[in-house]
């Protein structure tokens, strides 16, 4: 990147694109440079936690391209600032940017683990794995701060109810405990994203996560600790982290990963605007030829929204990196497979008094 390439380290997104569901039309570049060198003196960049109180917590997934029926998420927003994250699109939602906004304005669900108890224990609940969470990282910086991931997983266990968690950040294994306990009855498993192991390129893509070896040993440690561990290669960005596709692999296979996955980016709606400002102003260089590599994968369109090729992308560079893991896979990780979940549990511990025995 050249140096006098203006750029806000620590953040992802590098501006805050007005939300259609606004009237405040915003500036591309709403900071003075010249007076932010020193970014973390500057208030507007500084997180801030807002809470919110949600009536339910539960929210039924309907994609086709999801395997579970339910998804629960404590936070909204996400600071670790993953400048592709489809999530973005949903802040405007709330009156919010998907740009910055979506990085330091960060929704705070304090009563989450109390509004799961009230569905996991109604009569009517049949047990069903839950995604924890899907639209935000349930290990984020304010989980350090509010602990509202745990008190959730507690509330799992004490119903002895399924749940799967996605998360790139080594927080979760403060967790080991109650994930232990989950796994020992077939209730959990854990999915770690690892986008690449370069970590100069992590430190661009997702300035606040954890980094690649704290990530490796993280599956490393869980998958040592008897919790299946799922690695997530998301997202494939042709052009930047397409080409690590086995050694990725590779890596997580001798750190005893059960199984990988992987999907193509997509830059739907404010994200493409986003994505595109961070590439030219990150790798200059470079930015055509991923940005034209991505539309290869998309009919010619840097978005995506059709159930089914969303998450794949078609043509001939998906093609290839879906061939990539297959051989990946046959090679690195043969009869390796998630356990399936247990659901026969859930109903015995809905009542109070089986809960004794």
Avoid at 206 to 230: D, H, M, N, W, Y
Avoid at 262 to 286: C, Q, S
Wanted: charged content about 25%; some cysteine; proline content about 6%.
């Amino acid at each position: 990147m050249p140096a006098n390439t203006p750029f806000l380290r620590g953040r992802g997104a590098q501006i805050n694109p007005s939300s259609v569901y606004e009237k405040t039309v915003r500036d591309d570049q709403p900071l003075d440079w010249a007076m932010a060198r020193e970014e973390w003196e500057d208030t507007s960049l500084k997180t801030e936690y807002l809470e919110t109180h949600p009536k339910t917590i539960l929210n039924r997934v309907t994609s086709p391209d999801i395997p579970l029926e339910w998804s629960m998420n404590p936070y909204q927003g996400c600071e670790h600032g993953c400048i592709y994250c489809y999530a973005r699109n949903t802040h405007p939602y709330w009156g919010y940017s998907a740009g910055l906004d979506f990085e330091r304005k960060i929704l705070v669900k304090k009563n989450a683990a109390a509004l799961l108890e009230q569905e996991l224990k109604k009569k009517s609940w049949k047990a069903s794995p839950v995604m924890f969470a899907g639209n935000t990282d349930i290990y984020q910086p304010a989980e350090r701060k509010f602990g509202i991931t745990r008190a959730c997983l507690e509330v799992f266990w004490k119903y002895r109810h399924p749940v799967g968690l996605i998360t790139k950040n080594s927080l979760v294994l403060r967790d080991i405990d109650l994930l232990q306990q989950l796994a020992s009855e077939r209730l959990t498993g854990v999915a770690i994203s690892i986008t690449t192991l370069n970590e100069e390129l992590r430190q661009f893509l997702e300035p606040r996560t954890a980094t690649v070896q704290q990530r490796l040993k993280t599956v490393e440690t869980l998958s040592a600790a008897g919790i299946p561990v799922f690695v997530m290669m998301a997202p494939i960005i042709p052009g930047l982290n397409d080409h690590e596709v086995l050694p990725l692999v590779k890596e997580v296979a001798e750190r005893g990963a059960s199984a990988v996955g992987h999907t193509m980016v997509r830059l739907n709606g404010d994200v493409a605007v986003i994505f595109e400002d961070w590439l030219r102003k990150t790798m200059p260089d470079r930015a055509d030829r991923v940005l034209n590599r991505i539309r290869d994968t998309h009919g010619g369109q840097l978005f995506e929204k059709r159930f089914g090729n969303r998450m794949r992308g078609e043509g001939q560079v998906a093609a290839m990196v879906h061939e990539q893991f297959r051989i990946a896979k046959e090679k690195f990780l043969k009869g390796r497979k998630m356990p399936p979940y247990n659901l026969d549990l859930h109903e015995q511990f809905k009542t109070p008094q089986l809960r004794l025995f």
